[in-house]
């Protein structure tokens, strides 16, 4: 069987890149502004999925050996919905359209997710800081721009942080639909991704105990075995000390 592909294809890659482009449509909905902008983006988000799974079928067509890999063109499927809903749907912070327009967002997380995934895990702990960063950053733009309470960037961050830790110091809350909605989704964010840090963290920990127990196990060995040679000599010399000597 052939193995599977190690690397994004150009169609995957595409549709990352197009997925990644409706972040500030999102924002722009909320915030009533860049009506034509903001529909586009969206559009162009479900055509890059809509042409991806059109790709994947072709591939299941043809019964490649690794064509279950690209099992998750449902997720495209879908995906490509909620966009086509969100470009349609009104702007403004109304509970409704900011719901779906946030399911959006989290079927694009999960999607972009599920290409990225394995290469952040398999990095370590430096491609782990390297994302959570870069949701906190993400996160701190998005209060900044849908939160009235935050006035610089760098309250957008704090705001991102202390919501992402749960520790709600209360000095920066979010006080518009928008923002409130946001919070749920840097919530459930931020939470996994410094959850994700802390365990690598650990596994580095442990990792680093466990070497330490092995090398003292193998000196241990080490130290047994040469006292067993010492006393074979030994055993040696006293039943033929002529040999010995």
Not at 15 to 22: C, I, M, S, V
Not at 177 to 192: Q, R, S, T, Y
């Amino acid at each position: 069987m052939a193995p599977y592909p190690t690397s994004l294809s150009p169609w995957r890659r595409g549709e990352l890149l197009a997925l990644l482009a409706t972040i500030p449509a999102f924002y722009m909905a909320a915030l009533s502004t860049h009506r034509l902008a903001c529909a586009t983006l969206y559009l162009v988000g479900g055509a890059a999925c809509t042409l991806v799974i059109f790709h994947e079928v072709h591939l299941a067509k043809q019964r490649r050996p690794w064509n279950r890999r690209y099992a998750s063109h449902q997720l495209s499927g879908v995906l490509a919905g909620a966009l086509l809903l969100s470009a349609i749907l009104p702007l403004g912070e109304h509970l409704d359209v900011l719901g779906v327009r946030l399911a959006t967002a989290l079927l694009i997380i999960l999607r972009c997710g599920q290409s990225l995934w394995p290469r952040f895990w398999r990095g370590g702990l430096a491609h782990l800081l390297t994302l959570a960063v870069g949701i906190l950053g993400l996160c701190g733009l998005g209060f900044w721009w849908l939160e009235p309470q935050a006035h610089t960037f760098g309250d957008g961050l704090w705001l991102a942080f202390t919501t992402a830790a749960t520790v709600g110091y209360g000095d920066i809350v979010p006080t518009t639909p928008a923002a409130k909605i946001f919070a749920v989704f840097v919530v459930l964010m931020g939470f996994a991704a410094l959850s994700l840090v802390t365990a690598a963290i650990a596994a580095m920990w442990v990792q680093s105990e466990e070497k330490r127990m092995e090398d003292e196990i193998l000196r241990d060995l080490h130290l047994q075995i040469k006292g067993l040679r010492d006393e074979l000599a030994a055993l040696r010399h006293d039943l033929n000390p002529k040999a010995g000597g």
